[in-house]
């Protein structure tokens, strides 16, 4: 169907543009009238270029913008505002371009008679099966408020975890990033200027400088070709990193028993494979948790949950536990039974099946764990500073004794 890109004027007056898909120019107005907007100027975006449509600036929602919009429809249910009333508000004022087109298609079919759920289920990019399933349920309880509630606190996770990873992340690339272009800059500069010099004393060099020559070398003058294109040692070096990511990914993409075997492999490194299982069991479990809070049953909770974890390895362990809770197992017996989740989480389980407060348990756990990541990261971003720190104070007194140790040899073996 085409989509038009219109500009259009609320029943208040306010000004509002945005993109819609429309059967022709008639249909776009009537779409437009039935959302209470008068349309002012249209425009067909079909004969654009599909490299400019391709490109994903603005078309990407933020969870920040996400938790403003159930806030939103929070306040606006709590007020008693008529549903689509909310939608009118929530399109014309929302400021993110791409979520404003969306909730524009949302109000349109809530219009026609779709239920939220239904209608935000159309845009899985942005309103995954987490917001559809705790929408549809409190549509079903007539709580709809509750399910707002859920969601923005789920969000407000999920914000607050994505921060800390790209802290975690973040910092440690920047500095190694920072190291290795010092490191390469002298090699590349600093070293082959006073390499001549030294190689000119005319006497024997000891092993650490004429290792800092060969290294020096490589990357300034070795070559190997690929294809017959020549490359530097230095580039190679710089490639390395990168490549190796590159490779990885692809692995991960071509073979699924791959990337089971990564990611499995990944759990059991030494400081990065407890962050990872610590991110993924307080992701799972602030998820299962919102999700059996809002009244969705232990067997679907787990389904929608489990698609929240990245980790195959631990996403196989919940497969796993969800055909044995399918089979009669307790919960905290088929956690038990994975094998890889904590015994914290195995006993805080049982405690919840046994008290009946599951939900203020899985509050608890991911609370507990979310602590952990925070304190996790920081552990890690205080051992990798003084760690890159003394390598390049390794490297900075290795260039200084290799070029001044000859020197002042030199100066020893003179006559005067």
């Known amino acids: 169907m085409p989509r038009y890109k219109y500009r259009a004027l609320s029943n208040r007056g306010r000004p509002v543009r945005g993109v819609i898909s429309a059967a022709s120019e008639i249909d776009l107005y009537n779409q437009l009238q039935s959302a209470n907007l008068e349309l002012v100027q249209c425009a067909s975006l079909e004969k654009r270029s599909s490299l400019f449509e391709a490109l994903p600036f603005g078309k990407k929602v933020?969870?920040?913008?996400?938790?403003?919009?159930?806030?939103?429809?929070?306040?606006?249910?709590?007020?008693?505002?008529?549903?689509?009333?909310?939608?009118?508000?929530?399109?014309?004022?929302?400021?993110?371009?791409?979520?404003?087109?969306?909730?524009?298609?949302?109000?349109?079919?809530?219009?026609?008679?779709?239920?939220?759920?239904?209608?935000?289920?159309?845009?899985?990019?942005v309103f995954n099966n987490l917001y559809i399933s705790l929408i549809s349920s409190g549509e079903e309880t007539g709580d709809l408020t509750g399910a707002y509630k859920q969601l923005v606190k789920y969000l407000k996770w999920v914000d607050q975890m994505q921060q800390k990873i790209r802290k975690a992340t973040r910092y440690p690339i920047i500095v190694t990033g920072v190291v290795i272009i010092t490191v390469a800059i002298m090699m590349w500069v600093v070293v082959p200027q006073i390499v001549s010099f030294i190689r000119n004393i005319g006497q024997g060099l000891p092993w650490y400088t004429t290792s800092l020559i060969a290294t020096s070398d490589f990357f300034a003058q070795a070559q190997f070709h690929i294809f017959g294109i020549p490359n530097y040692g230095g580039i190679i070096v710089l490639a390395t990193p990168v490549l190796i990511v590159i490779a990885l990914k692809v692995m991960r993409r071509l073979s699924d028993n791959m990337a089971y075997r990564l990611d499995a492999w990944t759990l059991t490194l030494p400081v990065v494979g407890p962050?990872?299982?610590?991110?993924?069991?307080?992701?799972?479990?602030?998820?299962?948790?919102?999700?059996?809070?809002?009244?969705?049953?232990?067997?679907?909770?787990?389904?929608?949950?489990?698609?929240?974890?990245?980790?195959?390895?631990?996403?196989?362990?919940?497969?796993?536990?969800?055909?044995?809770?399918?089979?009669?197992?307790?919960?905290?017996?088929?956690?038990?039974?994975?094998?890889?989740?904590?015994?914290?989480?195995?006993?805080?389980?049982?405690?919840?099946?046994?008290?009946?407060?599951?939900?203020?348990?899985?509050?608890?756990?991911?609370?507990?764990?979310?602590?952990?990541?925070?304190?996790?990261?920081?552990?890690?971003?205080a051992m990798i500073e003084p760690f890159l720190t003394a390598f390049l104070g390794g490297m900075i007194l290795w260039i200084a004794v290799a070029v001044f140790g000859p020197i002042y040899s030199s100066f020893e073996d003179m006559d005067f």
């Open 275 to 381: 962050l990872v299982r610590k991110i993924n069991i307080a992701r799972f479990a602030q998820t299962f948790g919102a999700l059996f809070a809002s009244g969705i049953d232990v067997l679907h909770g787990l389904e929608a949950a489990r698609k929240t974890v990245d980790n195959l390895a631990i996403i196989e362990a919940l497969e796993r536990i969800q055909e044995q809770v399918h089979s009669g197992s307790p919960l905290s017996e088929a956690f038990n039974m994975s094998g890889e989740f904590p015994s914290l989480v195995v006993r805080m389980l049982k405690v919840g099946e046994e008290s009946g407060s599951l939900t203020t348990v899985l509050d608890q756990v991911a609370e507990f764990y979310t602590n952990d990541v925070d304190e996790a990261i920081q552990g890690l971003i």
């Open 62 to 125: 933020k969870v920040r913008d996400l938790i403003q919009l159930f806030v939103h429809m929070e306040q606006m249910q709590n007020a008693g505002v008529p549903l689509l009333d909310a939608l009118a508000d929530i399109r014309d004022t929302t400021e993110q371009t791409f979520l404003r087109d969306i909730m524009s298609e949302v109000h349109r079919d809530v219009s026609e008679g779709s239920s939220l759920s239904e209608a935000v289920s159309r845009h899985p990019k």
